[in-house]
């Protein structure tokens, strides 16, 4: 038996070619386990549907792991040989009893035992999870949950297990890689180690400073208060796509000097003082690299329209300020970069002609990493460590006031704030406006019939949307996008935040719905 | 450890395969084309088109190779006169209700059913009968539909049911009557159908072709330029289309090692941003509460005057970037490297934590 495990991830919507390879294990007989508050496409199919509270991800994945611990279905050897810190996980999830996982999650028990039954028993099982997981407060803990329980099994290693990560944007992986990160410098090489810092100042000519710098919601909130004066933002739209709108919008109206580089105007570059022209995918040469870390060539096809892709502007920019850039063609950035980062030592252009490869790729004649921790975790010592993590829940939580609860996400026609995806001949025709789903029960309670306008407010401010009544929403729960700048979903969500990682609580906000 | 135990000769090559192949697979591992029509790798094998028919030693008929899996020592042609005539009369029957009016149909140029006509020195005038005609559908923005053209090879059915499980078309009625369509041949809308465009991605004829793409031009006039989806993370690769300065179409890239010629809606038909009037096409300086246009000289003068202005005045730690997951590894480096080496800072951070 194989078993797939999908948690807070809806593919068949965000990521369609990756529900192609889910949707052949199905037809070949894979199992199927979803954890999603929303029944999509993949939870309607699925042998059991995990149905948990946003928010409860983290009761949920240690009420699996008591259930697999307390039927003696763990992989003992996997956990005696590849593993540490198992008897603390293990007192930590006796208090995640299965009455208390029902009370907590709202999924029932004979779930949570056929779902932990069917991938602890499985000989290849892989987790596969969204932002589901990591966009709460308690995002970083709710992925190490993940982790915890792929450990328990020994589900990693193997071709066809571990955990996979959806990646959200084309090049999340790629920009996490490549340094532009307040602690690290590009391979994740920390600005605290000295070593580190030394190879970079070697090759760069620079002095670095030792500590971590500001996470781009820390220099926001430093904007508001006045303390920080000049940001260059490249393609991003945080007034549209982060969440507690009118907070970022304060922010980039004090700063003083605010510069933002796009393809369209978008909500954000109303606030820039210079706007700078972007150059679409199709007009430059470089790489990506995907949620497999596979690193792939993206080509120029036509020319930058304002004569300039991103590349050569920094590299313009940077030597008017003092520190010289000169670079022919990005094929000689990436030589630099494999010359800095192990990780990426042996990719060059020649080499990805074909086809990408998977980094950890450290030498010109490795042939890249398709599975990673097969012997060893990066960790000193090799050995995984279990986390011993508790329930915190959301941020904010339904009250009288605001009694449903507002979940986020993407659909498939659309793209994040959608200045591609509403300028592309067709899609806008076939998907025009937001839609609030609501679920029947909800509806009904509120008179709210399909197609009506509504209004939807929390704390901090209303928007109206047209409602679609539909049983992809679980009573109590409703669901916007973001892609659509007639209505800011994310004027509604709310300023919570991993303090770890600073990732926001777009998956779980309070709000009313009302005609 | 694979299990090479089958020993098999093709048109005299000795070769070891593996029990679950077919005579197709193994033939295309070492080089020889066998023709096809209904066959598409994404697919499971069919033989409805029995294009791809080769002789086997001591089996008195010809055997589908996309459907015959390898047995030891088998001894197969795969081309010889008596098959070359037997897929000339296929090609004929298909033929005889077929427009043929390669002139001006949009596949022209990339249609698999003209170039085996040309290949097999064929055209629709051997066999007389009664003729599809039916009108061209053109029910929703991305996929036009010709049934005229249609062999019945079955890939537009099998791909969107076997690979997308959309349940959008199949095969309906029966006999001279069968076509691909919609339940009670409603209309393409999102509540039947995801314009993913995998139907016309697999179609070997101009029945189904991208709507957006019609009229832009012959497949042979477009540079193809291959690269990757700027949508999500997937990193699915295609072909941009370009003729002239213009993207006019996308394209699968087969070979793909992750979505194998596969695409979304987005990957497939989300491209006409790139050449959206709204494009931001030089550098603006805010003035009062407009923006004016500037020279790139100007405007880059400016801001870099500016941020050491701001540098020198309040320090490098009041100064920092933003780096986008939307763009290329290395721009994400310069930027980073940027902010640390222009600036001095540590302040740079990208959009993948929100």
């Known amino acids: 038996m194989d078993t797939l495990f999908l948690f807070g991830s809806n593919p068949t919507e965000a990521h369609p070619i990756v529900s192609l390879y889910l949707k052949k294990a199905l037809r070949k007989g894979a199992k199927l386990v979803v954890g999603d508050p929303r029944k999509t496409w993949m939870a309607k199919r699925a042998d059991v549907w995990l149905n948990l509270k946003p928010g409860s991800n983290i009761a949920l994945l240690n009420g699996l792991v008591n259930v697999i611990l307390q039927n003696g279905w763990e992989n003992k050897e996997f956990i005696a040989k590849r593993t540490e810190g198992f008897d603390e996980l293990r007192e930590k999830v006796k208090e995640y009893d299965l009455d208390r996982v029902e009370k907590l999650t709202g999924v029932s028990k004979e779930n949570i035992i056929e779902a932990a039954r069917l991938y602890s028993h499985a000989d290849k099982a892989m ?326 306008m509504v209004k939807v407010s929390s704390k901090r401010a209303e928007i109206k949307v047209r409602a679609k009544v539909t049983d992809r929403s679980q009573s109590g729960n409703v669901f916007l996008t973001f892609h659509h700048r007639e209505a800011l979903s994310n004027l509604l969500t709310s300023e919570h935040r991993d303090p770890i990682t600073g990732t926001p609580e777009y998956k779980s906000c309070a709000v009313r719905v009302e005609k | 450890m694979s299990e090479h135990n089958i020993k098999i000769t093709i048109n005299g090559i000795e070769t070891l395969c593996q029990k679950d192949e ?127 053209k249609c062999i019945l090879c079955g890939r537009c059915t099998r791909i969107c049911n076997e690979v997308v499980m959309a349940g959008t078309i199949e095969l309906t009625g029966r006999g001279f009557n069968s076509m691909p369509d919609t339940a009670f041949r409603k209309p393409r809308t999102l509540d039947n159908c995801e314009f993913c465009g995998q139907c016309v991605s697999t179609c070997p004829t101009g029945a189904l072709t991208d709507r957006k793409g019609r009229g832009k031009g012959r497949s042979y006039e477009m540079k193809k330029v291959k690269t990757t989806c700027s949508y999500c993370g997937t990193g699915c690769n295609f072909y941009l289309n370009v003729k002239g300065d213009k993207v006019v179409k996308v394209t699968s890239d087969y070979d793909a090692p992750v979505n194998h010629g596969n695409l979304c809606i987005k990957g497939r038909y989300g491209y006409d941003f790139i050449h959206h009037p709204e494009r931001i096409k030089t550098p603006l300086i805010r003035k009062g509460d407009t923006f004016v246009e500037a020279s790139w000289d100007e405007a880059l003068g400016l801001v870099a005057n500016k941020f050491k202005e701001l540098i020198e005045k309040h320090g490098p730690e009041k100064v920092g970037g933003f780096s986008s997951s939307r763009c290329t590894n290395e721009e994400n480096y310069l930027l980073a490297k940027w902010v640390r080496c222009a600036v001095g800072s540590n302040n740079v951070d990208n959009c993948a934590r929100v």
């Open chain 1, 127 to 452: 987790i596969v999870y969204g932002l589901g997981v990591t966009e709460h407060q308690t995002g970083t803990e709710n992925a190490m949950a993940v982790a915890n329980l792929a450990l328990v099994c020994g589900h990693l290693g193997r071709p066809s297990t571990g955990i996979m990560a959806l990646r959200g944007q084309n090049n999340v992986q790629g920009a996490s890689d490549l340094g532009p990160l307040p602690a690290t410098l590009p391979g994740y090489q920390p600005v605290t180690d000295p070593k580190s810092r030394e190879k970079f100042e070697k090759a760069w000519g620079v002095k670095i400073k030792d500590k971590p710098g500001l996470k781009s919601v820390e220099m926001l909130d430093e904007c508001k208060r006045g303390n920080f004066k000049g940001i260059f933002i490249l393609g991003e739209d945080p007034a549209q796509t982060d969440p507690d709108i009118h907070h970022v919008r304060a922010a980039l109206e004090s700063v003083e000097f605010l510069v933002v580089q796009d393809i369209f105007h978008t909500e954000t570059t109303r606030f820039a003082h210079v706007i700078l022209p972007g150059a679409s995918f199709a007009e430059k040469n470089g790489t990506f690299t995907n949620g497999e870390r596979r690193v792939q060539r993206v080509r120029k096809a036509v020319e930058p329209v304002s004569g300039m892709a991103e590349w050569q502007v920094i590299s313009k920019l940077s030597t008017l300020m003092g520190y010289k850039m000169d670079y022919n063609h990005p094929s000689e950035i990436m030589d630099e970069i494999a010359s800095l980062v192990p990780i990426y030592g042996g990719i060059s252009y020649d080499r990805i002609e074909k086809q990408g490869i998977q980094w950890p790729c450290p030498t010109k004649d490795h042939p890249g990493t398709t599975t990673l921790y097969t012997d060893l975790f990066s960790r000193p010592g090799g050995l995984a460590r279990f986390m011993a993590l508790d329930h915190k829940g959301s941020g904010e939580v339904p009250d009288k006031e605001y009694p449903l609860v507002l979940i986020t996400g993407r659909v498939r026609e659309h793209y994040n704030n959608g200045s591609m995806t509403k300028r592309s001949a067709g899609i806008n025709d076939v998907v025009p406006e937001e839609l609030l789903e609501i679920s029947s029960e909800d509806a009904q309670k509120l008179k709210i019939k399909n197609g009506d």
């Open chain 2, 22 to 148: 077919t005579i197709l697979q193994a033939a295309k591992k070492i080089g020889v084309r066998i023709p096809t029509l209904c066959n598409d790798k994404r697919l499971e094998p069919y033989g409805g088109c029995r294009l791809c028919i080769v002789e086997v030693k001591g089996v008195p008929r010809p055997l589908p190779a996309c459907t015959t899996p390898v047995a030891d020592k088998m001894e197969i042609i795969t081309e010889n006169d008596n098959i070359r005539k037997l897929r000339a009369s296929l090609i004929e029957l298909l033929l005889s209700n077929h427009p043929n009016d390669c002139m001006r149909c949009e596949r022209t140029g990339d249609c698999k059913l003209q170039n085996l006509s040309y290949e097999y020195g064929v055209d629709g005038s051997r066999f007389e009968g009664e003729m599809w005609d039916i009108p061209i559908r053109e029910d929703n923005p991305f996929i036009t539909y010709e049934p005229n």
